[in-house]
């Protein structure tokens, strides 16, 4: 994984992956997975998606990882809502209710 490639893309708001809405696929398809409501859902290389919103609307817990910080800040912004920032090791933990974004290289957690 290059870092350096993310950073740049975020940077120079060069995010054309980035949706307007949640993904349609998901909305569609997610009551197939015949989830609970208060279940938790992993989002990898989640950035700012609005997945996640939808899906805290539904009542789902999330739990995400994303390389580039700038993407987690704006995503807090964007729900409104207040972070708590955690470090651990080389790893920053994002949390508000229902919600832990790991922001950093997911390859350096380790089980503790």
Sequence with gaps: MDTNFWL????NNNIGFHKSEANPVLV???????LR???RVFLPLCGKTLDIA??????YRVA????VEMAIEQLFVELEVEPKILEVGNIKQYSAENLDIF???IF?????
């Design 8 to 11: 740049e893309k975020w940077q």
């Design 54 to 59: 939808w899906l805290l609307s539904h009542g």
């Design 28 to 34: 569609k398809y997610f009551s197939e997975l015949s």
């Design 108 to 112: 350096e957690l380790s089980g503790k």
């Design 64 to 67: 995400g990882a994303e390389l």
């Design 103 to 105: 922001v950093g290289n």
């Design 37 to 39: 409501q208060g279940s």
